[in-house]
């Protein structure tokens, strides 16, 4: 079964960026897979994971992509907290980056998404143009 799970937290601690969710399943196992998708129907970024043998997925709404911003100027992987650990979600910032800069003008992912995109990620397009 694929588990889509909403990201509701953003804490800067200690200089790392972390995020976590409030799931009450205490059996979460993932590992990350390094992967990034759009989901431009539901104004989102989608982090792919493993977990028992299939992929699930940590769900970033547009209300926290201002948060995607800091971590992109931080070029920092951002850490999910799940039962108390720490979890790096490795090549984050690289296909974050890859996949706005994708977005950036492409109508095919929907002018709504692609709107939200350039507005939201705006200083990190002005910073790649200097």
Do not use: C
């Not at 979600?89 to 995109?117: A, C, P, R």
């Amino acid at each position: 079964m694929r588990n889509i799970y909403k990201i509701d937290n953003y804490q800067y601690v200690h200089n790392n960026h972390h995020f976590s969710l409030n799931e009450n399943d205490k059996d979460i196992q993932i590992v990350p897979a390094g992967h990034m998708l759009a989901d431009s129907d539901n104004l989102a970024f989608i982090y792919v994971l493993e977990e028992g043998g299939e992929f699930s997925y940590l769900h970033f709404s547009n209300e926290l992509w201002s948060h995607l911003v800091d971590i992109l100027k931080s070029n920092q992987n951002p850490y999910v907290t799940i039962n108390g650990e720490a979890i790096e979600l490795i090549n984050f910032t690289e296909e974050l980056e890859m996949l706005i800069f994708n977005i950036e003008g492409n109508d095919n992912y929907g002018k709504e998404f692609v709107d939200s995109v350039e507005e939201a990620f705006k200083e990190i397009f002005q910073n790649d143009t200097l």
